[in-house]
């Protein structure tokens, strides 16, 4: 019912309430659940707060938190709106190394292809689609 709350705040605009309830739910120690930090990362890339959920996405191993593909492409795509290619980067790194069990898919890469072209870095575009050939992903 909480996630379904924040998730409803997020998409209607209203963070500020989203991240109230969450806060509710962590004094009560129920906040940790993948999807609702991933719904709270997803708001703050919506507003265009990269330092906001980058907080929370590294609180997320503080707490013990798994992440997941989704979670990454939240976090890649508030990168991204951000015009923060160089963390986008490094994200993709964290993803792609040895012992990550998270597998990165056409979405992630399709959200660094978005940023490389907004920002008009064809060569690295270009690198991107390799990628994504290699990979087999269609």
């Known amino acids: 019912t909480y996630g ?28 940790r659940n ?18 906001s959920a980058i907080g929370l996405f590294r609180e997320m191993a503080i707490e013990g938190v798994p992440y997941n593909t989704i979670t990454y ?3 890649l795509d508030a990168c991204v709106k951000c015009n923060d290619l160089n963390t ?3 994200l ?16 992630t890469f399709s959200t660094l292809l ?12 270009l ?3 390799e990628a994504i050939k290699a990979r087999g992903l269609r």
């Open 88 to 90: 986008a980067e490094g």
């Open 34 to 51: 993948t999807i609702l930090y991933t719904t709270l990362i997803k708001g703050y890339g919506m507003e265009k707060d990269l330092s």
């Open 92 to 107: 993709l790194r964290e993803m792609l190394s040895t012992g990550s069990a998270v597998e990165p898919d056409l979405i």
């Open 73 to 75: 492409n939240s976090i």
């Open 114 to 125: 978005k940023g490389y072209c907004h920002q008009g870095q064809l060569e690295k575009a």
């Open 4 to 31: 379904c709350m924040i998730d409803a705040c997020v998409k209607c605009g209203h963070l500020a309430k989203a991240v109230e309830i969450f806060k509710d739910m962590k004094s009560s120690g129920k906040h």
């Open 127 to 129: 690198q991107v689609v």
